[in-house]
């Protein structure tokens, strides 16, 4: 259980008095001078060390200087024209290889190549004021978003920010219409599944615990009962199961599943991290992959997994690639639109063909 940060007096002192100081330094030209200390702790009401605290913060970030005998001033901080920021909110680890952190290794490899450097922060739970106050004070007025969780978020970077785009928005508003139009890997593993023929399918949907932050995998999951319904086929309620954040109920469901009358032939899985706790559970329950139960993959999956998984991917340096170019156009001033990578199967020993006559 996460313990929520409890606001110290001080630091809520400290908040205070940096409020006060950004809102005289607003109006302020670069060089212009900022009233003195005494001044600044009659109007806040703190004292001298929590006012040093705060214009600590504030030389730190580089909105200010601080002259002996002169006074306060306000700086111009120097860009960065080199840097870009990507601010994620993912919940795996980067570390690990996978779909996510193989991605945003190439988008650096891809800036680095243009002589340009891309760091990568967790946004975690900081307010958009926040994030971008940091940008700003560092120097840094380009970023990329990658699971920004509301248009809100996105579009007030998108105007405080030079340049700013998003890969793989989560949030519903507006962009639903374009999800449309994406490629449905859904569709394209339920066929593939049908010709190798499998007829109970089964369906592990992730929508965390926001379904509506995730549109793409509520598309994928409609998908997947319309064709079975359009080929004539039952769907057990018990086959479809919803993955929790971190698939803390990921065992109870694959009993579930497993003990139904009739049980799947084969499991539509909702995305490559889920391996990493279903494999243990499987040898748990001896379930041997690939015989007892075809297991479908989406995104990309770690190599060393026994027996190798089938998956239905996009290629990580593809997109990265792709993005780069919208994000070189977008610095130029151009318009940019959505854009869509191609998805390929890559075959592995979890989905035999259950055909007499092999393909």
């Not at 200010?64 to 920021?85: A, N, T």
């Not at 900081?126 to 990329?144: A, F, Y």
């Not at 010709?195 to 995730?214: A, S, W």
């Not at 998805?343 to 020993?349: E, K, N």
Request: some cysteine.
């Amino acid at each position: 259980m996460k313990v929520k940060h409890k606001i110290g007096i001080r630091e809520c002192k400290v908040k205070r008095v940096t409020e006060y100081l950004q809102n005289q330094l607003l109006p302020l030209p670069y060089g212009g001078q900022l009233p003195g200390i005494r001044t600044i702790m009659e109007q806040t009401g703190c004292g001298r060390l929590t006012v040093a605290h705060a214009l600590r913060n504030l030389m730190r970030d580089g909105d200010i200087q601080i002259l002996p005998d002169r006074g306060i001033f306000r700086i111009k901080p120097s860009e960065k024209s080199d840097e870009i920021r990507l601010l994620h909110w993912a919940q795996t680890s980067l570390d690990r290889p996978g779909f996510v952190s193989n991605l945003f290794l190439a988008l650096q490899e891809q800036a680095s190549d243009a002589g340009r450097k891309i760091t990568i922060e967790n946004a975690g739970q900081r307010s958009k004021e926040e994030i971008t106050d940091e940008l700003i004070g560092n120097g840094i007025s380009q970023c990329i978003l990658s699971g920004s969780q509301s248009t809100e978020f996105s579009r007030y970077l998108q105007k405080h920010m030079r340049v700013c785009l998003e890969i793989f928005p989560k949030h519903m508003e507006q962009i639903m219409p374009e999800l449309r139009n994406s490629p449905d890997m859904t569709v394209i593993q339920m066929n593939y599944l049908m010709r190798q023929g499998y007829r109970k399918i089964g369906y592990f949907h992730y929508g965390g615990n926001n379904i509506f932050l995730y549109p793409v995998q509520m598309m994928r999951l409609m998908d997947y009962y319309r064709l079975m319904a359009e080929n004539g086929l039952r769907v057990n309620p018990d086959w479809v199961f919803h993955c929790s954040d971190r698939y803390e109920n990921l065992e109870s469901g694959l009993v579930r599943m497993m003990n139904s009358d009739p049980r799947p032939e084969a499991l539509i899985l909702c995305g490559g991290s889920i391996l990493q706790y279903l494999f243990p559970l499987l040898r748990k329950y001896k379930i041997r992959a690939g015989s007892d139960l075809a297991l479908f993959c989406q995104d990309d999956v770690d190599g060393d997994l026994f027996p190798e998984v089938t998956t239905i991917t996009n290629n990580p340096a593809e997109i990265a690639q792709t993005f780069w170019q919208m994000f070189q156009a977008a610095e130029r001033g151009e318009k940019v639109e959505s854009a869509y990578t191609k998805l390929f199967i890559r075959t592995g020993q979890t989905v035999p063909n259950r055909n007499s006559n092999t393909e």
